[in-house]
């Protein structure tokens, strides 16, 4: 969903199922992407990470996927679990900094 | 290693003071990069430090400051506080500049509350 930065888009999905989480990133010019999992009451941990020269990286049970004509990056986690539950970031790095997304916070059904 | 350590975890502070952040980075990184987490702006870039100098800056007002050690241990100073300033902010390290590195590794950030 998409972010009008009062309150987090919100993404419930049944334990088993697999997720999708959207992010639009705003610079063209940026050359890296990495999506970060923050827990509650924790800081932002890294899940994976994709340079611009690729549009597809996988990990253990997550994908992102990464589409520069429109500017979009997609974290795909698979076989969703409750430990999964947790607000998601993309950050894209920028010459200058990283800039994060409003971030999407995830709800796993048990 | 020890990751990312921010002191103090939970503060609470009365509009017009001044308050004092401090952030340990992982041993090795030169790099530390301060953001304010709301919950109505999400994450935003406040600044970061490398080799003890200021490398990029947000859009804050000058009451937000920061400064980097030669240990690479960095600190931030909000004066004149805001009720706006009640905020969660993080710290986090890495090796290299920010903006030419992989992983960011945060630390569980300073919980200030502005009463």
């Known amino acids: 969903g998409e972010s009008v930065g009062l309150h987090l888009p919100t993404l419930s999905v049944q334990e088993g199922d697999n997720s999708i989480i959207n992010c639009a990133y705003s610079?063209?010019?940026?050359?890296?992407f990495i999506w970060y999992k923050q827990e509650s009451g924790k800081g932002p941990q890294f899940i994976i990470d994709?340079?611009?020269?690729?549009d597809k990286r996988q990990g253990q049970r997550v994908t992102v996927l990464l589409n520069k004509t429109v500017k979009h990056l997609s974290l795909q986690i698979a076989a969703t679990q409750p430990g999964d539950s947790a607000v998601y970031f993309c950050a894209e790095n920028t010459r200058d900094k990283v800039i994060f997304g409003p971030g999407t916070s995830l709800s796993v059904i048990p | 290693k020890a990751g990312v350590t921010q002191t103090p975890r939970y503060l609470i502070k009365t509009r017009g003071q001044q308050v004092t952040l401090s952030c340990s980075p992982i041993?090795?990184?030169?790099?530390v990069s301060w953001y304010q987490q709301t919950p109505g702006q999400g994450l935003q870039f406040l600044f970061e430090?490398?080799?003890?100098?200021?490398?990029n800056k947000g859009n804050f007002p000058g009451r937000f400051s920061g400064r980097q050690f030669s240990n690479s241990r960095s600190e931030m100073n909000v004066s004149t506080l805001e009720l706006g300033d009640s905020a969660l902010y993080l710290c986090a390290s890495s090796l290299s500049r920010a903006t030419n590195t992989g992983e960011l590794f945060f630390g569980e950030g300073s919980r200030l509350t502005v009463l």
């Open positions: 994709i340079r611009s020269n690729m």
């Open positions: 041993s090795g990184h030169r790099s």
């Open positions: 610079n063209s010019a940026s050359d890296y």
């Open positions: 430090y490398f080799s003890e100098t200021q490398r």
